[in-house]
């Protein structure tokens, strides 16, 4: 159960209210059944809902005294006896949309710290909490009901939409972000490209005249830079998600729905369209572009262009199976001959 000091919930829900949340059927079960909240398949009691989206997990499945289980279809037959059902094409987003609805992310009063430095010039919305230690600059537009949490730094003619989360201490120059978009604590948006002319005398710097372009319900984790463009924008398209501790580089283009994981790279000028899942640790060079609904396993280089809907692993990236065929005719080389 979620630690009530930190998560706040909602009043409990009927199995058919919560059927109804998320369009599935109630396979087993009575609708009126009550369900307080939600929790583990292991450690779920008769008051909770649980999910199964994974067969690994069908033991667990088969043993759990939760009051009701989310399951799809094909794992129906393993529900233990008296265990309600609510059947769903996919479980784990109707575990999802049933969590957010006992635990939902409500935003704070409307506030503004009198610690927070707002300058004359700047414009904040209606509906807004501006916490002690923001500084927002020249020339900024603020969107309503957005929430700017402790330390963080809008730099001058930043424009951000409405709805909109800036984690505490993160600092964002030259851009314009959409709607309902979440950067997370320690997000640095807009700062210069690592954009320089070698001279053994002494690198030049090249002036990063860009902005960054963030669209609306993007989420970037704690700890992400985002350089702004060298002359074109560093563009992010909508609903597209990034965590913690990534890099994009000046003049990147992401479309709209990607995924990118922890620790990934990618270089300047690269573009990402849309759909693209890039796993942690990925390196993606600059000035190539990867194809709409592709897929890259985790600590891969991608040193060239990708085709829409590859999947792709190793270093250099390859496409799966042939990158699996290689490792395999590698191991047996290398064995010891008895």
Same mark, same amino acid.
């Given at each position: 159960? /979620?630690?009530?000091?930190?998560?706040k919930i909602?009043?409990?829900k009927?199995?058919?209210?919560l059927?109804d949340?998320v369009d599935a %059927?109630?396979?087993?079960?009575d609708?009126?059944?009550?369900? %307080?909240d939600v929790?583990?398949?292991?450690k779920?009691t008769d008051?909770?809902?649980s999910f199964l989206?994974n067969?690994?997990?069908?033991?667990?499945?088969?043993t759990?005294k939760?009051g009701?289980?989310?399951v799809?279809p094909?794992?129906?037959e *393993?529900?233990?006896?008296?265990?309600?059902?609510?059947?769903s094409?996919n479980p784990?987003?109707a575990?999802?949309?049933?969590?957010?609805? *006992?635990?939902p992310?409500?935003a704070?009063a409307?506030?503004?710290?009198?610690?927070?430095?707002?300058s004359?010039?700047? @414009?904040v919305g209606s509906?807004c909490?501006?916490?002690?230690?923001?500084?927002i /600059?020249?020339g900024?537009t603020?969107g309503n009901?957005?929430w700017i %949490?402790?330390?963080a730094?809008i730099?001058?003619?930043v %424009?951000?939409?409405?709805?909109?989360?800036?984690?505490a201490n /993160?600092?964002v120059?030259?851009?314009?972000i959409?709607?309902?978009t979440?950067?997370y604590?320690?997000?640095?948006?807009?700062q210069?490209?690592?954009? *320089?002319a070698?001279?053994p005398?002494?690198?030049v710097?090249v002036?990063q005249?860009?902005?960054?372009?963030?669209?609306?319900?993007v989420e970037?984790?704690?700890?992400?830079c985002?350089?702004?463009g060298?002359?074109p924008? @560093?563009?992010i398209?909508?609903?597209t998600?990034?965590?913690?501790?990534?890099q994009i580089?000046?003049n990147?283009?992401?479309?709209k729905?990607?995924?990118?994981?922890?620790?990934?790279g990618?270089?300047?000028?690269?573009t990402?369209?849309?759909?693209?899942?890039?796993a /942690?640790q990925?390196?993606?060079?600059?000035h190539l572009?990867?194809?709409?609904g592709s897929q890259?396993?985790?600590q891969s280089?991608?040193?060239q262009?990708?085709p829409?809907?590859s999947?792709?692993?190793?270093?250099?990236?390859?496409p799966?199976k042939?990158f699996?065929?290689?490792?395999v005719?590698l191991?047996?080389? @290398?064995?010891?001959?008895?």
């Open positions: 159960m /979620a630690d009530p000091k930190f998560h909602s009043l409990p009927t199995l058919k209210e059927a949340i %059927e109630i396979h087993t079960g609708s009126d059944t009550v369900i %307080e929790q583990a398949l292991d779920a008051k909770q809902i989206d067969i690994k997990y069908k033991d667990d499945f088969k759990t939760a009701a289980v989310i799809s094909k794992m129906v *393993f529900a233990p006896k008296g265990c309600a059902l609510l059947v094409k784990y987003k575990y999802a949309l049933i969590a957010q609805s *006992f635990y992310a409500n704070p409307e506030n503004i710290s009198a610690q927070a430095i707002i004359d010039t700047a @414009t509906g909490h501006i916490e002690a230690g923001v500084v /600059a020249d900024v603020i009901n957005c %949490e402790a330390n730094v730099q001058e003619n %424009e951000i939409g409405d709805n909109s989360r800036i984690g /993160a600092s120059s030259h851009a314009k959409g709607n309902g979440r950067l604590p320690g997000v640095r948006v807009g210069d490209g690592f954009g *320089f070698i001279d005398a002494g690198h710097k002036p005249l860009g902005r960054v372009i963030i669209g609306d319900h970037i984790g704690a700890n992400s985002v350089d702004r060298a002359g924008d @560093t563009i398209g909508n609903g998600w990034i965590d913690n501790a990534v580089g000046h990147v283009k992401i479309g729905g990607c995924v990118i994981v922890a620790q990934a990618v270089a300047g000028s690269a990402i369209e849309d759909y693209v899942v890039i /942690a990925v390196g993606v060079a600059g572009t990867v194809g709409m890259i396993a985790g280089g991608v040193m262009s990708l829409p809907g999947k792709v692993m190793g270093y250099p990236a390859l799966i042939q699996l065929r290689q490792a005719v191991k047996n080389l @290398t064995k010891s001959k008895k």
